[in-house]
């Protein structure tokens, strides 16, 4: 896992190193731009919106976002990528936060139409992911949801499947959504769809139940 000199490190390089892997169909980000798309089309059918982004790195997602009229709040622990992504949001609230930590309570207080989250939450484990959904759920508005965009798969056997084949570069140090684990780990108190858009890669809609 790399802390956050080595995000600062690579933040110049990063959308770079992010778009080889796509172009190759490789983990782990594969379906990368697709994921993104999938979670930027649902929310563009709103308006003026109030969204967070959780780990928001260089601003790919919410830079488009916040060009497009919505308010956006980030966290982002690298002061390196919040500069880049500074360059593209100027108005937007962007804090710089060790999610180690939880939340800064300046937004615990807050509601927001959607939280999103890409490719930031593997490097927990799924002990401490779970920690922060059931943490981040109740600042959802009514009709807001939670959409997170990572590596991630259907079931374990998918999961396993994957390292196999990447076996000479798979991250041990991350640990990648798998859907029946996170529903069990969940139990009831949520509302979770999966859509699996590469063989790496797919995008979870999390809404509390009533």
Known sequence: MLNQRGFDL???GYDQSVQVSEENDHYPFAGYKQILNAIYNEIM????????????GTGVLTGKLYDAGHRITGLDFSDKMIQIAKEKMPNATLI??????????????????YIVSTYALHHFTDAYKVQLLEQVLPMLTKEGKLLIGDVSFQTEEDHNRCRDRYEDVWDDDEYYFVLEEIK?????????????????????????RS
Do not use: M
């Open 10 to 12: 690579w933040a110049d």
């Open 45 to 56: 059918t709103k308006e003026s919106l109030n969204i967070l982004d959780i780990g928001f």
């Open 96 to 113: 710089q936060y060790d999610l180690t930590n939880g939340f800064p309570d300046q937004i615990l207080t807050e509601k927001y139409d």
């Open 184 to 208: 069990q780990r969940l139990a009831g108190n949520v509302q979770i769809e999966y859509e699996q858009l590469s063989h790496c890669g797919g995008v979870f809609s999390l809404t509390p």
